[in-house]
């Protein structure tokens, strides 16, 4: 089946640094990719939508200049948390879409394994 | 806005015990539903999925069957097993967009 991977898998990082967060697809190309947050004991929550080739939809509430998103490629989706504060740690996880499969909506979202961050 | 709902865990369960995990969604507008599985250091995986009222999706055991009249998406199974520990996340879609409950951890022991 279809594979997405994240790297890094955990990171800590000091204060006002800046964290990048990579998300590919192995074997399959996602025209569209997410990027979603997990807090401790609570929902996944979408903070964007990335579209190859072109800027991301943010959520609401979700600050763009803070959580730069970069979709470059057909297989690689980049998030930057810019100036991270300890209130930025959480688990990152991204999710692609492989256009290719059938349409029933969200059944050809392929999730990463997730990204821990811990601010320090 | 669309939301889901899910029973919070942790779940505990022996081996061989019935499992019902509860689910309850909002939407404006038609949804399709699904449950997702996590299992410990991997993504999350498809489980199965509904995509209109009394669709029953089935895989590996776990059932749930789609009921618009009390906007639920139950999660069960009959005898579950030590495998099946993991966190368990229902969640919906409506245009293009996925929401998802908390998520229920499970635990079964031997």
């Known amino acids: 089946g279809a594979v997405v991977s994240q790297h890094p898998s955990r990171v800590i990082c000091k204060s006002g640094t800046s964290v990048k967060i990579e998300c590919r697809s192995l074997?399959?190309?996602?025209?569209?990719m997410f990027w979603y947050r997990q807090f401790p004991k609570k929902s996944l929550m979408l903070m964007a939508t990335?579209?190859?080739?072109?800027?991301?939809?943010?959520e609401q509430g979700v600050e763009k200049d803070k959580f730069l998103i970069n979709h470059a490629s057909l297989t690689l989706s980049t998030l930057t948390v810019t100036s991270a504060h300890p209130e930025d740690s959480s688990f990152y996880i991204c999710?692609?879409?492989?256009?290719?499969?059938?349409?029933?909506?969200?059944?050809?979202?392929?999730f990463g394994p997730g990204t821990r961050l811990l601010v320090l | 806005g669309d939301s889901v709902t899910q029973m919070e865990g942790p779940v505990t369960l022996s081996e061989e015990a019935f499992l019902t995990i509860n689910c309850t969604y909002t939407?404006?507008?038609?949804?399709?539903l699904f449950w997702y599985v996590q299992y410990p250091g991997e993504g999350l995986q498809l489980l199965l999925k509904?995509?209109?009222?009394?669709d029953k999706g089935s895989n590996k055991g776990f059932e749930a069957t789609y009921r618009k009249e009390t906007t639920s998406f139950h999660l069960e199974k009959g005898s579950v097993q030590v495998s099946d520990s993991a966190v368990y996340f229902c969640?919906?879609?409506?245009?293009?967009?996925?929401?998802f409950g908390a998520g229920t951890r499970l635990t079964v022991k031997p």
């Open positions: 969640a919906l879609s409506v245009h293009n967009d996925m929401r």
């Open positions: 939407a404006t507008g038609y949804p399709s």
């Open positions: 990335s579209n190859e080739g072109s800027k991301a939809t943010y």
């Open positions: 509904a995509t209109k009222a009394d």
């Open positions: 999710s692609a879409r492989e256009p290719l499969m059938p349409t029933i909506l969200g059944e050809t979202q392929y």
């Open positions: 074997d399959f190309q996602a025209t569209t």
